[in-house]
T-cell receptor
Framework: RKEVEQDPGPFNVPEGATVAFNCTYS??????FFWYRQDCRKEPKLLMS???SGNEDGRFTAQLNRASQYISLLIRDSKLSDSATYLCVVTPRGGSYIPTFGRGTSLIVHP | GAGVSQSPSNKVTEKGKDVELRCDPISGHTALYWYRQSLGQGLEFLIYFQGNSAPDKSGLPSDRFSAERTGGSVSTLTIQRTQQEDSAVYLCASSPSPQVNEQFFGPGTRLTVL
């Protein structure tokens, strides 16, 4: 089983739609969780951290379910500019702190 | 302030040649990471530096790959005797410390081995 798994998509949605992605992780000792965004042929950039209590940033909501070992990202009122690949990132507790990146979920928002 | 920079942005080389890729992290960032990303694939971890030392080299795919970091700043990734399967985008990222998990990525070096 891969350490971090994501549905590669693509998720093809119209503008204004609500879309959700999940990401599962295998290491129960994982400590920190993040969503990064990667535009085509660009470097990844941090979108948001994921806290145990869940967190919201504008149209974006991230949640963590430690019992089931998954994190989610909800995007409301999708914009064309949201089209990108969304990478789930999980970092272990202690040790080398090397993050593990999922392969990403592709989102295409169309007019 | 300045972000992470990498050079060259593109490199085309012939099979068997050596290449050197450079990364300038954000000033003051002690942790530096190298990844590679093949077309349509996820990020593959290569090596991590804390200061000038590399506590984790586990991701280097073969002994043709090596990296160093000097002065706690600039890092170079060297690939000897390049092979076609080395073709990928090589990304460098830095963070203020390994415990601070947000990573800031450079734009990458696109390596093509003919």
């Amino acid at each position: 089983r891969k350490e971090v798994e994501q549905d590669p998509g693509p998720f093809n949605v119209p503008e204004g739609a609500t879309v959700a992605f999940n990401c599962t992780y295998s290491n129960s000792a994982s400590q920190s969780f993040f969503w990064y965004r990667q535009d085509c042929r660009k470097e990844p950039k941090l979108l948001m951290s994921v806290y145990s209590s869940g967190n919201e940033d504008g149209r974006f909501t991230a949640q963590l379910n430690r019992a089931s070992q998954y994190i989610s990202l909800l995007i409301r009122d999708s914009k064309l500019s949201d089209s990108a690949t969304y990478l789930c990132v999980v970092t272990p507790r202690g040790g080398s702190y090397i993050p593990t990146f999922g392969r990403g979920t592709s989102l295409i928002v169309h007019p | 302030g300045a972000g992470v920079s990498q050079s060259p942005s593109n490199k085309v080389t012939e099979k068997g040649k050596d290449v050197e890729l450079r990364c300038d992290p954000i000033s003051g960032h002690t942790a530096l990471y190298w990844y590679r990303q093949s077309l349509g694939q996820g990020l593959e971890f290569l090596i991590y530096f804390q200061g000038n030392s590399a506590p984790d080299k586990s991701g280097l795919p073969s002994d043709r790959f090596s990296a160093e970091r000097t002065g706690g700043s600039v890092s170079t990734l060297t690939i000897q005797r390049t092979q076609q399967e080395d073709s990928a985008v090589y990304l460098c990222a830095s963070s203020p410390s390994p415990q601070v998990n947000e990573q800031f990525f450079g734009p990458g070096t696109r390596l093509t081995v003919l």
